[in-house]
């Protein structure tokens, strides 16, 4: 496979999700660059910016399996893995699976559910593997989470611990749409009140598990020079330095840091990697990894202001 080919495969996956979705260029750039990094992405943002059909018409254009689960306080761990049933036509113990066993899982309103629960996720996200009763279950290649969850509400909600946030390579705010936009989304959809249905759409498959395979090997086979792996170090080692920030990024930020860039420049269709990709993966790959201090929540400082300013503090290769 060519970078040519990746091009026009992620030109047809977002020519499909735009048949539903209205805007969000960002958050499906993101998606892609997940997608093809095996990372997982966490969508934020307010009830009805389409959080949930972008992720139903992503699935959908990929020709993956997708699942879903809806976090609620009083989902147990066993809901999310499933748990070995005895069998008294057979006396035997026999694994009936959860719905994480699947490609494309949607964790739907994730901080809606206890911290245990929350947890269930930690090795299939880290290890693409779940252990029930010491038996490991392998959850295959393209496995990824894409979880959703509200900023706006507090009552009834669990926020994400910091172990559980730094297995997601991405958080994404999503942002309300342009004028314009809502003026296209209420033409398409305001016909009805329920989820729409992606078949009235034609949303159509244009990849597969095989094909994403070919992509993620032409990605790891970009260039990420020295003087590209120096500055990902020097970024992520400023957040630990900054004044502003109690904790700063993990070598897990930046190793995923490198990652990202390489599928964000083959997806521009370039073989090597340029500081530009960096800084465009820069702040949905570190804000939800580092914690301000004391003093610049007080102060009302944003972490992705911080990570701007070390950004521009930074000194970027030519």
Partial sequence: M???????????????????????????????????CKGHLLLEGVPGTGKTLLVRSFSKA??????????????????????????????????????IFTDLLLADEINRTPPKTQSALLEAMSERTVTIDGTSHNLGEGFLVIATQNPIEQQGTYPLPEAQLDRFMFKYVLEYPSEAEERSIVTRHGHQTSMPKLDEFGVQGVADL??????RAVVSAVKLSDEIVNYIVSVVRGTREHPSLQFGGSPRS???????????????????????????????????????????????????????????QTAAPR
């Fill in 210 to 215: 095989a094909k994403l395979e070919e992509m």
């Fill in 2 to 36: 060519e970078l040519d080919e990746i091009r026009t495969i992620s030109n047809g996956l977002k020519t499909e999700v735009r048949r539903t979705i209205i805007g969000q260029e960002g958050a499906l750039d993101l998606m892609l660059v997940s997608l093809l």
């Fill in 254 to 312: 930046a190793t995923m840091l490198a990652a990202a860039s390489r599928a964000y420049a083959a997806l521009q269709g370039r073989d090597y990697v340029i500081p530009d990709d960096v800084k465009f993966i820069a702040i949905p790959g570190l804000h939800h990894r580092v914690v301000l201090s004391p003093s610049a929540e007080i102060e009302g400082i944003r972490t992705t202001s911080v990570i701007n300013e070390i950004l521009e």
């Fill in 62 to 99: 990929l020709n993956l399996d997708f699942g879903r689960i809806q976090f609620t306080p009083d989902l147990m761990p066993g809901d999310v893995l499933g748990t070995n049933l005895f069998n008294f036509q057979t006396n035997e113990f026999s694994l009936t699976k959860g719905p």
